[in-house]
C-alpha cells in the first residue's frame, strides 16, 4: 500500500470551505453503520468519512485541534531507557507518538530494526514470550543481490510489525559503507548507491505490502559513530548527490516508503533534520517524496529550526522540544502554518495505519515461516571466497574439528537498535550437528567450558546499547591441536567481529586478527596439512576485515556475514552442498586499511577537546568534529579502479560450486536517446546446479568520471548444468548521467560508453557500447546545497 499525498493541505483547505463540510447523517442507525464516530459527536465528520479524500480528512483533522496539540503531536511522547523506547501499548517499541482521545487520533507505534523488529520479549505479569525473528543483516541480504529475496524478507518483517501492533517499522538503513570501520555498517547494505538503493526499495516493498510503514534510514552522510551527535560531514554536492543521496533517490523513486528518518551529523554544517534545503527543496521538492520525516532520536538542537525544515516528526519528543516550538510560535518565528505542514504528513500516515483501522493485531507472527526465510536469505548471502582444490562441499558424514569460540557461540547481528531479541541463534556446531557432519565432541566440551567460565567473570551490561568486549580466544595445545588432526577429517575455523552503535571499530585486533586468532590458524594449518587434511575458515562477521595476511593458509573461505538466528543452519547448507553459494561481495575487501581512501581522516577530527554529552539520557558522549569527505565520488571500488590499487577481494566477487559462462552482449536501442536495453545469456557450465548474479558496469566519458560504475544487476533462477537463462537490463539517461555542478543537472556527456557485463567488478566477462552525439540533460535540478567548506578532493587528472 503506498501513501497519495498528490494535493497540499492549503489547497485542501480551499476546497474545504466549499465542499468539506459536516455531513449530516439521515438518522442515528445509519450513522452508526456507516462510520466510527471518532469524536463522539453524532456526527459524520469530514476527516470520519473513509469516502472522501485524503487531503479533505487530513484539512479538516488539522483544523480541529488546538496549538497545543498540534505541538504534541509533531513530537514523540518521550524515552525510557530501562524499558528501550516510550510505547505502553507494545514494551520494548522505540516510542509513539501522542494521542489525541477527544478526536480519536490514536498513538502510532514505531519498532526499531533493521534486522528483524526490536520488541521486549517478556512483559510484566505475562507468561508469554513476544519474540521476534532475527534475520540476517543489511550487509548479507545484499550480497545475495536477488531483489525478489529483499522483498520476500521485508514481506515477513512487515508481517512481524503488524501482528505486534505496530505501525512504523524503523528500518531499512541505507547508509554508504564509506569506510570498513564504521560501527553500524552492518545496518547498511553496500559501498554502492545504486545496489542500496534497488536492496532498499525492494525490502520496503515487501514491508510495505503489509499494510505498515518502512522508514529508510539515516538521511544523510551518516558514516560513523564517533561523536554521531556533533559530526559536521563535509561534502561536496556532486559526491553527495552521486554517492551519498543517490541511495535515498532510488529508493524514494522505486517505493516511496511511509518515512525518512534523519541523521545526527550535520551536514556542511547543518543539522540535517534542520536542513530546509534537504529535507523540503530535494526530498520533497526533486524527488517527489510523499511521506512523513521524522528524526533520529534526539537529533539537532533546535526544535522550532526542525519543524521550519519539513523535518515532519521529532523523536522521541522531548518537554523542552515543545516549549522550544510553542515560544517560536507564538513569537512569530514560525508559522503555525509550518506545524499544519508537517501534520499533514503525519495524519496522511496515520490514517493509513492499522492502529488508527483498529486493525486487530494478534500478537503471534508466523515466526516459524519466518525462520525459513531468513535461513534461505542467510544462506543465499554467503560468499565463498576461497576454494583450492574443491575442499568444500564437504560430503558424507565426516568428522569436523571446530575451531574458534565464534563456532560455538555464533553472532547473529550487531548490537544496538539494529539487534533483535530472537528466541534461538543456531550456532555451527549446532547446524553442522543438523547436517550429515560430525562435531568432535571432546574439543566442543572444552570450548563450551572456557567460554562459560569466562562468560561468568563478565560484568552485567551497562544497558542494551553496551558492546562487551568478546570474550578471550580459547587457546588449545599443540599436542590438543595434533590429536584433532589425527582424529578428523577437517578443521573449521571461525573467526568473529561485532560491533553496533556509538562506537566504531579501530584496526588494531578487529580489523586485523589478533595474534591469538594468527596463531590458532597457523597451528591449525600446519598440523592438518601435515596430516593431508584441509582446513576451512569462516568469518562469522559484520563488516570487513583483513584477510590477506593469513588467507594463504586456508585450504577454504567462507563468508556468512552475522546470518540471523538460521545462521548456523544456514551456512551448514552451504557448507555440505545442500545449497550452491551465489553470494556476491555488496562491499570490498582492502589488502590493508591502509589502502582505503579515507583511512588518513576516519572517523573524523575533534575541532574542539571540550566532552559534550546528549542533555536528555547521557548515553551519548563525544566531542565537536567533523569528516572532510575528500574521496569524492571515489569511494570503494571507484577508488580501487582510478587509483589503481588491488583490493583483497573486489566488489561483486563470489565464487560458486559450479561455472558459468557468458554470452556475448546485445544492445537494443531505444526510442530517445540515451535509452537502451543490454541482453546477455549465462549458462551453467559446470556439473552442479547454481545461481549466477551478474552485474553491469558502465564506463563513461569524460573527465573525472569513475573507470565504471555500477548500473545493473540480476540473478539467475537455479540453473541446471547446461542451462542457459538470457537477462536484460533497461539503461535509462540517468543512469548514464553524471551531476553536472555547473549546468546544475544530471548530464549524460557526448561519447562511447563501454558497457561491462561480468561475475565480479574485477572479472568481466562479456562487452558492449553505445554511443551518445550529443549530450543529453537527464534530469535537471532546481536547488543548490548548502557548500562544502572547501575540499581537496581526489583527482584522476
Given at each position: 500500500?503506498?501513501?497519495?499525498?498528490?494535493?497540499?493541505?492549503?489547497?485542501?483547505?480551499?476546497?474545504?470551505?466549499?465542499?468539506?463540510?459536516?455531513?449530516?447523517?439521515?438518522?442515528?442507525?445509519?450513522?452508526?453503520?456507516?462510520?466510527?464516530?471518532?469524536?463522539?459527536?453524532?456526527?459524520?465528520?469530514?476527516?470520519?468519512?473513509?469516502?472522501?479524500?485524503?487531503?479533505?480528512?487530513?484539512?479538516?483533522?488539522?483544523?480541529?485541534?488546538?496549538?497545543?496539540?498540534?505541538?504534541?503531536?509533531?513530537?514523540?511522547?518521550?524515552?525510557?531507557?530501562?524499558?528501550?523506547?516510550?510505547?505502553?501499548?507494545?514494551?520494548?517499541?522505540?516510542?509513539?507518538?501522542?494521542?489525541?482521545?477527544?478526536?480519536?487520533?490514536?498513538?502510532?507505534?514505531?519498532?526499531?530494526?533493521?534486522?528483524?523488529?526490536?520488541?521486549?520479549?517478556?512483559?510484566?505479569?505475562?507468561?508469554?514470550?513476544?519474540?521476534?525473528?532475527?534475520?540476517?543483516?543489511?550487509?548479507?541480504?545484499?550480497?545475495?543481490?536477488?531483489?525478489?529475496?529483499?522483498?520476500?524478507?521485508?514481506?515477513?518483517?512487515?508481517?512481524?510489525?503488524?501482528?505486534?501492533?505496530?505501525?512504523?517499522?524503523?528500518?531499512?538503513?541505507?547508509?554508504?559503507?564509506?569506510?570498513?570501520?564504521?560501527?553500524?555498517?552492518?545496518?547498511?547494505?553496500?559501498?554502492?548507491?545504486?545496489?542500496?538503493?534497488?536492496?532498499?526499495?525492494?525490502?520496503?516493498?515487501?514491508?510495505?505490502?503489509?499494510?505498515?510503514?518502512?522508514?529508510?534510514?539515516?538521511?544523510?552522510?551518516?558514516?560513523?559513530?564517533?561523536?554521531?551527535?556533533?559530526?559536521?560531514?563535509?561534502?561536496?554536492?556532486?559526491?553527495?548527490?552521486?554517492?551519498?543521496?543517490?541511495?535515498?533517490?532510488?529508493?524514494?523513486?522505486?517505493?516511496?516508503?511511509?518515512?525518512?528518518?534523519?541523521?545526527?551529523?550535520?551536514?556542511?554544517?547543518?543539522?540535517?533534520?534542520?536542513?530546509?534545503?534537504?529535507?523540503?527543496?530535494?526530498?520533497?521538492?526533486?524527488?517527489?517524496?510523499?511521506?512523513?520525516?521524522?528524526?533520529?532520536?534526539?537529533?539537532?538542537?533546535?526544535?522550532?529550526?526542525?519543524?521550519?525544515?519539513?523535518?515532519?516528526?521529532?523523536?522521541?519528543?522531548?518537554?523542552?522540544?515543545?516549549?522550544?516550538?510553542?515560544?517560536?510560535?507564538?513569537?512569530?518565528?514560525?508559522?503555525?502554518?509550518?506545524?499544519?505542514?508537517?501534520?499533514?504528513?503525519?495524519?496522511?500516515?496515520?490514517?493509513?495505519?492499522?492502529?488508527?483501522?483498529?486493525?486487530?493485531?494478534?500478537?503471534?507472527?508466523?515466526?516459524?515461516?519466518?525462520?525459513?526465510?531468513?535461513?534461505?536469505?542467510?544462506?543465499?548471502?554467503?560468499?565463498?571466497?576461497?576454494?583450492?582444490?574443491?575442499?568444500?562441499?564437504?560430503?558424507?558424514?565426516q568428522n569436523v574439528a571446530a575451531f574458534g569460540n565464534t563456532s560455538y557461540a555464533f553472532i547473529a547481528g550487531g548490537t544496538g537498535s539494529g539487534d533483535v531479541n530472537e528466541a534461538y541463534?543456531?550456532?555451527?556446531?549446532?547446524?553442522?550437528?543438523?547436517?550429515?557432519?560430525?562435531?568432535?565432541?571432546?574439543?566442543?566440551?572444552?570450548?563450551?567450558?572456557?567460554?562459560?567460565?569466562?562468560?561468568?567473570?563478565?560484568?552485567?551490561?551497562?544497558?542494551?546499547?553496551?558492546?562487551?568486549?568478546?570474550?578471550?580466544?580459547?587457546?588449545?595445545?599443540?599436542?590438543?591441536?595434533?590429536?584433532?588432526?589425527?582424529?578428523?577429517?577437517?578443521?573449521?575455523?571461525?573467526?568473529?567481529?561485532?560491533?553496533?552503535?556509538?562506537?566504531?571499530?579501530?584496526?588494531?585486533?578487529?580489523?586485523?586478527?589478533?595474534?591469538?586468532?594468527?596463531?590458532?590458524?597457523?597451528?591449525?594449518?600446519?598440523?592438518?596439512?601435515?596430516?593431508?587434511?584441509?582446513?576451512?575458515?569462516?568469518?562469522?562477521?559484520?563488516?570487513?576485515?583483513?584477510?590477506?595476511?593469513?588467507?594463504?593458509?586456508?585450504?577454504?573461505?567462507?563468508?556468512?556475514?552475522?546470518?540471523?538466528?538460521?545462521?548456523?543452519?544456514?551456512?551448514?547448507?552451504?557448507?555440505?552442498?545442500?545449497?550452491?553459494?551465489?553470494?556476491?561481495?555488496?562491499?570490498?575487501?582492502?589488502?590493508?586499511?591502509?589502502?582505503?581512501?579515507?583511512?588518513?581522516?576516519?572517523?573524523?577530527?575533534?575541532?574542539?577537546?571540550?566532552?559534550?554529552?546528549?542533555?536528555?539520557?547521557?548515553?551519548?558522549?563525544?566531542?565537536?568534529?567533523?569528516?572532510?569527505?575528500?574521496?569524492?565520488?571515489?569511494?570503494?571500488?571507484?577508488?580501487?579502479?582510478?587509483?589503481?590499487?588491488?583490493?583483497?577481494?573486489?566488489?561483486?566477487?563470489?565464487?560458486?560450486?559450479?561455472?558459468?559462462?557468458?554470452?556475448?552482449?546485445?544492445?537494443?536501442?531505444?526510442?530517445?536517446?540515451?535509452?537502451?536495453?543490454?541482453?546477455?545469456?549465462?549458462?551453467?557450465?559446470?556439473?552442479?546446479?547454481?545461481?549466477?548474479?551478474?552485474?553491469?558496469?558502465?564506463?563513461?566519458?569524460?573527465?573525472?568520471?569513475?573507470?565504471?560504475?555500477?548500473?545493473?544487476?540480476?540473478?539467475?533462477?537455479?540453473?541446471?548444468?547446461?542451462?542457459?537463462?538470457?537477462?536484460?537490463?533497461?539503461?535509462?539517461?540517468?543512469?548514464l548521467a553524471s551531476f553536472n555542478e555547473a549546468q546544475r543537472a544530471w548530464v549524460a556527456d557526448a561519447g562511447e560508453y563501454n558497457i561491462h557485463v561480468g561475475a565480479a567488478s574485477d572479472?568481466?566477462?562479456?562487452?558492449?557500447?553505445?554511443?551518445?552525439?550529443?549530450?543529453?540533460?537527464?534530469?535537471?535540478?532546481?536547488?543548490?546545497?548548502?557548500?562544502?567548506?572547501?575540499?581537496?578532493?581526489?583527482?584522476?587528472?
Amino acid at each position: 500500500m503506498k501513501i497519495n499525498l498528490k494535493k497540499t493541505v492549503l489547497a485542501c483547505a480551499i476546497a474545504a470551505l466549499a465542499g468539506c463540510a459536516n455531513e449530516q447523517p439521515a438518522d442515528a442507525a445509519s450513522t452508526t453503520a456507516a462510520f466510527r464516530d471518532l469524536n463522539g459527536n453524532g456526527q459524520k465528520d469530514v476527516y470520519e468519512n473513509a469516502s472522501l479524500p485524503v487531503e479533505q480528512r487530513v484539512a479538516d483533522l488539522i483544523s480541529r485541534l488546538t496549538l497545543d496539540q498540534k505541538i504534541k503531536l509533531v513530537t514523540g511522547t518521550g524515552f525510557r531507557v530501562d524499558n528501550i523506547g516510550g510505547s505502553e501499548k507494545v514494551p520494548g517499541a522505540a516510542g509513539s507518538t501522542f494521542a489525541i482521545d477527544e478526536l480519536g487520533i490514536p498513538a502510532l507505534v514505531l519498532a526499531d530494526g533493521p534486522a528483524g523488529v526490536r520488541i521486549s520479549p517478556e512483559r510484566e505479569g505475562d507468561e508469554n514470550k513476544y519474540y521476534a525473528t532475527a534475520f540476517p543483516i543489511a550487509t548479507l541480504l545484499a550480497s545475495s543481490w536477488d531483489k525478489e529475496l529483499l522483498n520476500a524478507v521485508g514481506t515477513a518483517m512487515g508481517e512481524e510489525v503488524k501482528e505486534y501492533g505496530i505501525d512504523l517499522f524503523l528500518a531499512p538503513g541505507m547508509n554508504i559503507h564509506y569506510n570498513p570501520l564504521g560501527g553500524r555498517n552492518f545496518e547498511y547494505y553496500s559501498e554502492d548507491p545504486f545496489l542500496s538503493g534497488n536492496m532498499a526499495a525492494s525490502i520496503v516493498n515487501g514491508i510495505e505490502s503489509n499494510g505498515v510503514g518502512a522508514t529508510i534510514k539515516h538521511f544523510v552522510a551518516n558514516s560513523g559513530e564517533t561523536s554521531r551527535m556533533w559530526m559536521d560531514s563535509h561534502v561536496n554536492e556532486r559526491a553527495l548527490r552521486e554517492i551519498y543521496l543517490r541511495g535515498f533517490e532510488i529508493a524514494v523513486e522505486q517505493a516511496q516508503p511511509w518515512a525518512i528518518m534523519t541523521s545526527y551529523n550535520k551536514l556542511n554544517g547543518v543539522y540535517t533534520s534542520q536542513d530546509e534545503k534537504l529535507l523540503t527543496d530535494i526530498l520533497r521538492g526533486e524527488w517527489g517524496f510523499e511521506g512523513l520525516v521524522m528524526t533520529d532520536w534526539f537529533a539537532g538542537d533546535n526544535a522550532a529550526a526542525q519543524m521550519q525544515a519539513g523535518n515532519d516528526l521529532i523523536m522521541p519528543g522531548m518537554p523542552d522540544q515543545r516549549e522550544n516550538i510553542k515560544q517560536a510560535v507564538e513569537s512569530g518565528k514560525l508559522e503555525e502554518a509550518v506545524l499544519d505542514r508537517n501534520l499533514s504528513k503525519i495524519f496522511t500516515v496515520m490514517l493509513s495505519s492499522p492502529t488508527f483501522n483498529e486493525y486487530e493485531y494478534s500478537n503471534k507472527p508466523d515466526l516459524k515461516a519466518h525462520a525459513e526465510v531468513a535461513r534461505r536469505a542467510a544462506a543465499e548471502g554467503v560468499i565463498l571466497l576461497k576454494n583450492e582444490q574443491a575442499t568444500l562441499p564437504l560430503t558424507g558424514a565426516q568428522n569436523v574439528a571446530a575451531f574458534g569460540n565464534t563456532s560455538y557461540a555464533f553472532i547473529a547481528g550487531g548490537t544496538g537498535s539494529g539487534d533483535v531479541n530472537e528466541a534461538y541463534t543456531v550456532s555451527l556446531v549446532d547446524g553442522l550437528a543438523n547436517s550429515s557432519l560430525k562435531v568432535d565432541a571432546a574439543l566442543q566440551a572444552d570450548y563450551e567450558a572456557f567460554m562459560k567460565a569466562e562468560d561468568a567473570k563478565r560484568p552485567p551490561k551497562k544497558n542494551f546499547f553496551e558492546l562487551q568486549p568478546p570474550l578471550p580466544e580459547y587457546t588449545p595445545s599443540d599436542a590438543q591441536i595434533a590429536s584433532m588432526a589425527e582424529s578428523n577429517d577437517v578443521a573449521l575455523i571461525t573467526i568473529g567481529r561485532n560491533s553496533g552503535e556509538f562506537q566504531d571499530r579501530i584496526v588494531d585486533n578487529d580489523f586485523d586478527l589478533n595474534a591469538t586468532e594468527q596463531d590458532l590458524i597457523n597451528r591449525v594449518s600446519a598440523a592438518f596439512h601435515a596430516k593431508g587434511k584441509q582446513v576451512v575458515v569462516a568469518l562469522n562477521i559484520g563488516n570487513v576485515i583483513e584477510t590477506a595476511s593469513w588467507r594463504d593458509k586456508a585450504d577454504a573461505i567462507v563468508l556468512p556475514w552475522q546470518g540471523g538466528q538460521e545462521a548456523g543452519n544456514a551456512l551448514a547448507d552451504v557448507l555440505t552442498g545442500k545449497v550452491n553459494p551465489s553470494g556476491k561481495l555488496a562491499t570490498t575487501f582492502p589488502v590493508k586499511y591502509a589502502d582505503l581512501a579515507s583511512a588518513s581522516t576516519f572517523p573524523g577530527s575533534p575541532t574542539s577537546e571540550e566532552d559534550v554529552k546528549d542533555p536528555y539520557i547521557g548515553l551519548f558522549v563525544g566531542k565537536e568534529s567533523q569528516l572532510d569527505y575528500n574521496d569524492g565520488i571515489y569511494v570503494g571500488y571507484r577508488y580501487y579502479d582510478a587509483f589503481n590499487v588491488k583490493p583483497a577481494y573486489a566488489f561483486g566477487y563470489g565464487l560458486s560450486y559450479t561455472g558459468f559462462d557468458y554470452g556475448d552482449a546485445t544492445v537494443k536501442a531505444g526510442k530517445n536517446a540515451g535509452e537502451f536495453t543490454v541482453s546477455v545469456t549465462i549458462t551453467n557450465s559446470g556439473k552442479v546446479a547454481g545461481k549466477e548474479a551478474v552485474q553491469l558496469y558502465i564506463s563513461a566519458p569524460g573527465s573525472e568520471k569513475p573507470v565504471k560504475e555500477l548500473k545493473g544487476f540480476e540473478k539467475t533462477n537455479e540453473l541446471a548444468p547446461g542451462q542457459s537463462q538470457t537477462l536484460e537490463f533497461a539503461i535509462t539517461p540517468k543512469l548514464l548521467a553524471s551531476f553536472n555542478e555547473a549546468q546544475r543537472a544530471w548530464v549524460a556527456d557526448a561519447g562511447e560508453y563501454n558497457i561491462h557485463v561480468g561475475a565480479a567488478s574485477d572479472n568481466i566477462q562479456s562487452g558492449a557500447s553505445y554511443s551518445l552525439d550529443s549530450p543529453v540533460v537527464a534530469e535537471k535540478v532546481s536547488v543548490a546545497m548548502n557548500p562544502a567548506p572547501r575540499l581537496r578532493e581526489l583527482s584522476v587528472q
